[in-house]
Protein backbone atom coordinates (compact mmCIF):
# COMPACT_ATOMS: atom_id res chain seq x y z
CA UNK A 1 0.00 0.00 0.00
CA UNK A 2 1.90 3.54 -1.35
CA UNK A 3 -1.35 5.49 -0.71
CA UNK A 4 -1.85 6.72 3.33
CA UNK A 5 -4.91 8.35 1.93
CA UNK A 6 -6.34 5.76 0.36
CA UNK A 7 -5.75 2.81 3.02
CA UNK A 8 -7.36 5.47 5.15
CA UNK A 9 -10.35 5.89 3.87
CA UNK A 10 -10.63 2.15 3.21
CA UNK A 11 -10.29 1.70 6.67
CA UNK A 12 -12.78 4.07 7.68
CA UNK A 13 -15.28 2.66 5.15
CA UNK A 14 -15.04 -1.12 6.74
CA UNK A 15 -15.02 0.44 10.21
CA UNK A 16 -18.72 1.82 9.53
CA UNK A 17 -19.86 -0.67 7.84
CA UNK A 18 -18.35 -3.69 9.78
CA UNK A 19 -17.46 -5.42 12.92
CA UNK A 20 -14.01 -5.47 13.01
CA UNK A 21 -13.01 -8.63 14.73
CA UNK A 22 -9.54 -10.41 15.37
CA UNK A 23 -8.98 -13.82 14.84
CA UNK A 24 -9.61 -14.91 18.78
CA UNK A 25 -13.25 -13.75 17.76
CA UNK A 26 -12.98 -15.79 14.46
CA UNK A 27 -11.91 -19.03 15.88
CA UNK A 28 -14.91 -18.55 18.76
CA UNK A 29 -17.26 -18.17 16.01
CA UNK A 30 -15.54 -21.34 14.10
CA UNK A 31 -15.17 -23.84 17.00
CA UNK A 32 -16.63 -22.53 20.14
CA UNK A 33 -20.09 -21.65 19.32
CA UNK A 34 -19.73 -17.64 19.53
CA UNK A 35 -21.82 -15.29 17.38
CA UNK A 36 -20.40 -12.90 15.47
CA UNK A 37 -22.44 -10.75 12.23
CA UNK A 38 -21.66 -8.72 9.71
CA UNK A 39 -17.82 -9.13 10.81
CA UNK A 40 -14.71 -8.25 8.75
CA UNK A 41 -11.11 -9.44 9.76
CA UNK A 42 -7.92 -7.48 7.41
CA UNK A 43 -5.12 -9.63 6.30
CA UNK A 44 -1.71 -8.28 5.06
CA UNK A 45 0.84 -11.10 3.65
CA UNK A 46 4.73 -10.72 3.15
CA UNK A 47 5.77 -8.54 5.46
CA UNK A 48 6.17 -5.46 3.12
CA UNK A 49 7.39 -2.55 4.72
CA UNK A 50 3.98 -0.82 3.80
CA UNK A 51 2.62 -2.93 6.34
CA UNK A 52 4.69 -0.87 9.00
CA UNK A 53 5.00 2.53 7.87
CA UNK A 54 1.51 3.09 6.07
CA UNK A 55 -0.96 0.22 6.61
CA UNK A 56 -0.44 -0.35 10.86
CA UNK A 57 -0.55 3.36 11.77
CA UNK A 58 -3.81 3.80 10.16
CA UNK A 59 -4.59 0.49 12.19
CA UNK A 60 -3.71 1.98 15.14
CA UNK A 61 -5.87 5.44 14.16
CA UNK A 62 -9.13 3.61 13.80
CA UNK A 63 -8.44 0.70 16.28
CA UNK A 64 -8.88 -1.98 14.24
CA UNK A 65 -7.12 -5.24 14.52
CA UNK A 66 -5.51 -7.61 11.91
CA UNK A 67 -3.21 -10.00 11.17
CA UNK A 68 0.36 -9.89 9.54
CA UNK A 69 1.90 -12.97 7.95
CA UNK A 70 5.56 -12.76 7.20
CA UNK A 71 8.61 -15.02 6.82
CA UNK A 72 11.47 -14.98 9.43
CA UNK A 73 13.93 -16.02 7.16
CA UNK A 74 13.66 -12.80 4.98
CA UNK A 75 12.56 -10.34 7.94
CA UNK A 76 15.82 -11.78 9.25
CA UNK A 77 17.83 -11.05 5.72
CA UNK A 78 19.29 -14.79 6.37
CA UNK A 79 20.39 -15.35 3.18
CA UNK A 80 18.19 -13.15 1.31
CA UNK A 81 16.59 -10.37 1.58
CA UNK A 82 13.18 -10.17 -1.02
CA UNK A 83 11.13 -12.78 -1.99
CA UNK A 84 11.81 -14.07 -5.20
CA UNK A 85 8.97 -12.61 -6.78
CA UNK A 86 10.09 -9.36 -5.41
CA UNK A 87 13.17 -9.63 -7.29
CA UNK A 88 11.35 -11.13 -10.34
CA UNK A 89 8.55 -8.27 -10.54
CA UNK A 90 9.96 -5.71 -12.78
CA UNK A 91 12.28 -8.07 -14.69
CA UNK A 92 11.16 -8.17 -18.09
CA UNK A 93 9.04 -11.23 -18.77
CA UNK A 94 10.68 -12.45 -22.61
CA UNK A 95 13.76 -12.53 -21.02
CA UNK A 96 12.86 -14.53 -18.20
CA UNK A 97 10.50 -17.05 -20.50
CA UNK A 98 13.87 -17.73 -22.15
CA UNK A 99 16.40 -18.25 -19.05
CA UNK A 100 12.98 -20.94 -17.72
CA UNK A 101 12.73 -22.72 -21.55
CA UNK A 102 16.84 -22.47 -22.33
CA UNK A 103 18.88 -22.44 -18.99
CA UNK A 104 16.26 -24.29 -16.40
CA UNK A 105 15.13 -26.56 -19.04
CA UNK A 106 11.45 -26.32 -18.20
CA UNK A 107 8.89 -26.56 -21.45
CA UNK A 108 7.16 -23.02 -21.18
CA UNK A 109 4.03 -23.44 -22.13
CA UNK A 110 2.69 -20.21 -23.86
CA UNK A 111 -1.39 -21.12 -23.32
CA UNK A 112 -0.75 -20.84 -19.63
CA UNK A 113 -0.10 -17.87 -17.65
CA UNK A 114 3.34 -16.47 -16.67
CA UNK A 115 2.33 -17.67 -13.10
CA UNK A 116 1.42 -20.64 -14.06
CA UNK A 117 4.43 -21.60 -15.50
CA UNK A 118 6.53 -20.53 -12.44
CA UNK A 119 4.67 -22.86 -10.41
CA UNK A 120 6.44 -25.55 -12.51
CA UNK A 121 9.24 -24.34 -10.63
CA UNK A 122 10.53 -24.98 -6.69
CA UNK A 123 11.64 -22.06 -5.05
CA UNK A 124 15.49 -22.82 -5.29
CA UNK A 125 15.11 -23.14 -8.71
CA UNK A 126 12.97 -19.55 -8.71
CA UNK A 127 16.16 -18.58 -6.96
CA UNK A 128 18.77 -19.54 -9.54
CA UNK A 129 16.45 -17.69 -12.76
CA UNK A 130 16.97 -14.72 -10.63
CA UNK A 131 20.47 -15.52 -10.17
CA UNK A 132 21.06 -16.00 -13.84
CA UNK A 133 19.09 -13.08 -15.19
CA UNK A 134 20.82 -10.69 -12.56
CA UNK A 135 24.29 -12.01 -13.80
CA UNK A 136 22.95 -11.95 -17.57
CA UNK A 137 21.26 -8.27 -17.58
CA UNK A 138 24.32 -6.74 -14.78
CA UNK A 139 21.08 -6.38 -12.44
CA UNK A 140 21.92 -5.98 -8.87
CA UNK A 141 19.71 -7.67 -5.89
CA UNK A 142 17.20 -4.84 -4.69
CA UNK A 143 17.42 -3.71 -1.70
CA UNK A 144 15.40 -4.96 1.23
CA UNK A 145 11.48 -4.48 0.65
CA UNK A 146 10.44 -5.95 3.92
CA UNK A 147 9.74 -5.24 7.56
CA UNK A 148 12.71 -6.24 9.97
CA UNK A 149 12.71 -8.32 13.19
CA UNK A 150 12.64 -5.20 15.26
CA UNK A 151 9.17 -3.44 13.32
CA UNK A 152 8.10 -6.96 13.61
CA UNK A 153 8.36 -6.98 17.21
CA UNK A 154 7.50 -3.57 18.16
CA UNK A 155 3.94 -4.60 16.22
CA UNK A 156 3.67 -7.22 18.20
CA UNK A 157 4.25 -6.26 21.48
CA UNK A 158 1.71 -3.75 21.34
CA UNK A 159 -0.77 -6.13 21.03
CA UNK A 160 -3.21 -4.72 18.06
CA UNK A 161 -2.08 -7.01 15.04
CA UNK A 162 -1.21 -10.06 15.37
CA UNK A 163 1.65 -11.98 13.79
CA UNK A 164 1.32 -15.01 11.67
CA UNK A 165 3.64 -17.19 9.92
CA UNK A 166 3.75 -17.02 6.04
CA UNK A 167 6.69 -20.28 5.39
CA UNK A 168 10.26 -19.12 4.89
CA UNK A 169 10.70 -18.22 1.19
CA UNK A 170 6.89 -18.45 -0.31
CA UNK A 171 7.38 -21.20 -2.70
CA UNK A 172 3.87 -22.86 -4.39
CA UNK A 173 4.03 -25.59 -1.82
CA UNK A 174 2.32 -27.78 -4.01
CA UNK A 175 5.66 -28.44 -6.10
CA UNK A 176 8.21 -28.66 -3.05
CA UNK A 177 9.04 -32.64 -2.13
CA UNK A 178 7.48 -33.35 0.96
CA UNK A 179 10.39 -32.47 2.82
CA UNK A 180 10.67 -29.23 1.92
CA UNK A 181 6.81 -28.23 2.29
CA UNK A 182 7.09 -29.26 5.63
CA UNK A 183 9.92 -27.83 6.50
CA UNK A 184 8.95 -24.17 4.95
CA UNK A 185 5.72 -24.35 6.87
CA UNK A 186 6.82 -26.23 10.50
CA UNK A 187 9.97 -23.60 10.64
CA UNK A 188 8.39 -20.29 9.61
CA UNK A 189 6.08 -21.11 12.65
CA UNK A 190 9.46 -22.53 14.92
CA UNK A 191 11.06 -19.67 14.52
CA UNK A 192 8.73 -16.86 14.51
CA UNK A 193 7.82 -18.60 17.81
CA UNK A 194 11.56 -18.43 18.64
CA UNK A 195 11.61 -14.68 17.98
CA UNK A 196 8.43 -13.68 19.62
CA UNK A 197 8.78 -15.99 22.62
CA UNK A 198 4.93 -17.02 22.37
CA UNK A 199 3.08 -19.62 20.04
CA UNK A 200 2.33 -18.42 16.92
CA UNK A 201 -1.65 -19.22 16.36
CA UNK A 202 -2.39 -17.82 12.61
CA UNK A 203 -0.90 -19.11 9.38
CA UNK A 204 -1.30 -18.12 5.38
CA UNK A 205 -0.36 -20.31 2.57
CA UNK A 206 1.28 -18.62 -0.02
CA UNK A 207 0.12 -17.58 -3.40
CA UNK A 208 -3.12 -18.67 -1.72
CA UNK A 209 -4.77 -20.91 -4.31
CA UNK A 210 -6.55 -24.22 -3.16
CA UNK A 211 -4.95 -27.31 -5.24
CA UNK A 212 -2.46 -25.40 -7.32
CA UNK A 213 -0.51 -24.17 -4.27
CA UNK A 214 -1.02 -25.91 -1.38
CA UNK A 215 -2.52 -29.24 -1.16
CA UNK A 216 -4.02 -31.31 1.69
CA UNK A 217 -0.50 -32.63 2.58
CA UNK A 218 0.29 -28.83 3.49
CA UNK A 219 -3.00 -28.94 5.74
CA UNK A 220 -1.62 -32.30 7.65
CA UNK A 221 1.75 -30.40 8.18
CA UNK A 222 0.11 -27.51 9.20
CA UNK A 223 -2.37 -29.58 11.25
CA UNK A 224 0.84 -31.62 13.32
CA UNK A 225 1.81 -27.96 14.42
CA UNK A 226 -1.35 -26.87 16.28
CA UNK A 227 -0.71 -26.30 20.15
Known amino acids: V ?13 SEKYEMIDTRQLYDYYYNGKKIQNACLITVDDGHLSSFDTIYPVLK ?56 NLRKLKVDGLKQVIQIYQAKHHVPAKPSLNMTIEQIKQIDREGLVEIGAHTLLHPFLATETADRAKREIVESINQLEEILQHPIRSFAYPNGTPILDFTIREMEYLKETSV
Do not use: C, H
Open 2 to 14: SDVDWFEKVVAYL
Open 61 to 116: KYNVPAVFFVSPLIAQRAGANNFWFQELSDYNQEDVIEIISEEMGVVYDYSSSFTS
